[in-house]
């Protein structure tokens, strides 16, 4: 089994690299960490980037997964194959790019690209951003999944995911303690469902949506609390219909709880995702009512 240590980055393609790089600064408040040729690299927290828009098709999504060794990696890429699962080794300029000292690629059964990543940079210089969201770091994402009971197994039998909990068919999966940093919605597509930030607390939440809707950002759901993760959440529209999401005050489950622990299965409703009434305007989020 690969063991995944954490989540690092994610890359984007955009066909409007202004455009996205104002929405990244201005509205999500990440820092432009630097350019190089059509991408632009953003912090969010002491890592050299945790986020890439480069010039290109904007449903071009990749997410970067980092594992324990060289070791591991090249173990990592001999599971996959013999899984029936392509590996792409990356050149030493694709690791330049994504600054890292090794990286493989892959697709997951959706299609779904990831990176397995060794030794990724760090920052020495301290993170300053662009503008005071109250983000703490990059957190996690949703993924689009065909099949979520198959990828749910591709996940945890091979990628050593455990689910926390499942929203209908919908699964919630850890690779820590933080309750999820991947999460699977049935769609018909591959690709970022949503990206997530965490801010350091619920004053945060309020100040964005006050915010976001002065400078005429979409609110897809929220303000909320998610009866799952037990986070204060808000999502909004991006640039080319990404979502993004703030959240706040996440459930962990630790090593102590970790024997014990079984997931929760919540039906596939409105108030799975949010308790305190909200009601998600998301393609993926939109359920029935409770009965």
């Not at 037990?230 to 489950?253: K, N, Q, W």
Request: net charge negative.
């Amino acid at each position: 089994m690969i063991q995944l240590r954490d989540i690092r980055y994610v890359r984007i393609g955009t066909p409007d690299l202004a455009l996205a790089d104002r929405f990244v600064r201005d509205i999500v408040g990440l820092e432009l960490g630097r350019e190089e040729g059509r991408a632009r690299y953003y912090r969010s927290d002491n890592r050299d980037h945790t986020l890439v828009y480069f010039q290109g098709d904007p449903s071009d999504h990749t997410v970067g997964f980092e594992v324990g060794s060289h070791d591991e990696l090249q173990a990592a890429g001999s599971e996959l194959s013999q899984a029936g699962i392509e590996v792409i080794e990356r050149s030493i300029t694709d690791c330049e790019q994504r600054r890292v000292q090794a990286c493989l690629s892959f697709r997951d059964p959706t299609g779904n690209l990831i990176d397995l990543v060794v030794g990724p940079h760090h920052s020495g210089v301290r993170h300053f951003p662009s503008r005071d969201a109250g983000i703490t770091g990059f957190s996690h994402v949703g993924l689009c999944t065909k099949d979520p009971k198959r990828d749910e197994q591709f996940w945890t039998r091979i990628l050593s995911a455990k689910v926390s909990d499942r929203i209908g068919d919908a699964p919630l999966l850890r690779i820590d303690e933080v309750h999820h940093k991947i999460a699977l919605f049935p769609t018909t597509r591959s690709g970022l469902q949503h990206v997530n930030h965490q801010v350091e607390g619920i004053d945060d939440i309020m100040r964005a949506w006050y915010g976001l809707q002065k400078h005429g950002v979409r609110i897809v759901f929220g303000p909320g609390r998610h009866p799952t993760s037990g986070a204060i959440f808000l999502y909004f529209e991006g640039p080319d219909g990404l979502i993004y999401e703030y959240s706040t005050g996440v459930r962990r489950i630790t090593q102590e709880q970790e024997a014990d622990y079984l997931p929760r299965q919540f039906p596939a409703c409105n108030e799975s995702f949010c308790m305190w009434g909200s009601v998600p305007d998301i393609p993926e989020f939109r359920k029935k009512e409770a009965p």
